[in-house]
């Protein structure tokens, strides 16, 4: 009889232990649920993806908007990640925890738009393939236990940034698998969510060759300009954001390079640089030829005497710009200047 006495009150506790984490479960959804439900309360009606994309992204035409709505991004993207933890962790007893049928459907639905929408978002933004090395097991629960829509293999496409999924498949492609893939937004918003795109590849890549890049941000500012108000409006301005991917992709040089600098990229770069340089003691050589000249034997030091490993290390830094020193007649400001652009290039 104490045996029985023993084994009853065992499984009283193992209830009230159960009963107690799915309580705690219960809570952390309810919460996490909340939480995303107050984080979206500003976002202007209709409330479609469309408004979601520009309250989390701000205008386009603002160079400053994505940096300013970053830190919003980030609370949104880890919000959606809470909630769908939250859910996975009790999805399989939502009776069990007091859910009606008509409840578990709305945290259902919630949980298919809030997924949806951090994937729009993450697009529109260019920050598809920044974030996704961070949420590893947040391509397996969305997996689980969202619908997952059979259109959706996109195969090596999902792990290209739009710009590259542009010119490898071309823009109309690359719009309806990647940016428009529900196909809900306006021509504006799929314009929008381009011109951010393309800010975000000149951003992070501005330090590898300046001067390109600025001429690449005014060629992105005549874009932002065009209309695109007609069928016809919109398909030129398709066009030109097409061009203008390619140009960043290929880096066209221009047709007055000196010849001796064909098939050096790096030397191109710096090159064309020089005369941008912040100088006190340096002078930066008028004559093309000459300057072609500094910009090979800036090259070739580089390639000759950069111990191995040297990026990010200050000893090996150091050394680096000790031999570029006295090739700007021992100028600080130009040499560091350029050493920049140099341990930006990935062929050194």
Known sequence: MGRAAQEAGRLRLSAAHHTHHEKQRQARLDA????????????????????????FCGDAADPNALT?????????????ASFVRAYAAIAQNLDDAGYSPSEQNDIQRDVDFYSDLRAAIKKHSGEEL?????????????????????????????????TQAIIETGIHDAIAKQLNEKGKL????????IINNIRKTII???????????????????????????????EDFLKKAKDLVR????????????????GNR??????????????????VPANESERADLALEIDRTVREHAPAGWKGDPVREREVKNVLF???????????AMFEIIKNQSGY
Do not use: W
Request: aromatic share 8%; with cysteine.
């Open 247 to 262: 140009k960043m992709a290929t880096r066209e040089a221009g047709p007055d390079l000196p010849g001796s600098l064909s």
């Open 68 to 80: 300013e709505t970053e830190a919003l991004r980030i609370s949104f993207y880890k919000s959606v």
């Open 266 to 283: 790096e030397a191109v770069v710096i090159y064309n640089n020089l005369p941008d340089l912040p100088v006190t003691a340096f002078v």
């Open 204 to 234: 992070r890549d501005q330090l590898t060759d300046p001067r390109f890049y600025d001429e690449m941000s005014k060629l992105l500012e005549d874009l932002i300009q065009q209309s695109r108000d007609s069928a016809k409006a919109y």
């Open 186 to 193: 306006s021509k504006n918003a799929v314009a929008e969510g």
């Open 130 to 162: 920044d974030i996704k090395p961070y949420e590893a097991d947040m391509r397996h629960l969305l997996n689980t236990y969202i619908q997952a829509d059979p259109a959706q293999a996109l195969g090596a496409l999902s792990n290209v940034s739009l």
């Open 326 to 336: 006295p090739l700007f007649n021992r100028d600080r400001d130009a040499t560091l």
């Open 32 to 55: 996490a649920r909340e939480a995303l439900h107050y984080l979206c309360a500003p976002v202007p009606p209709p409330r479609e993806v469309e408004q979601f994309l520009r309250y």
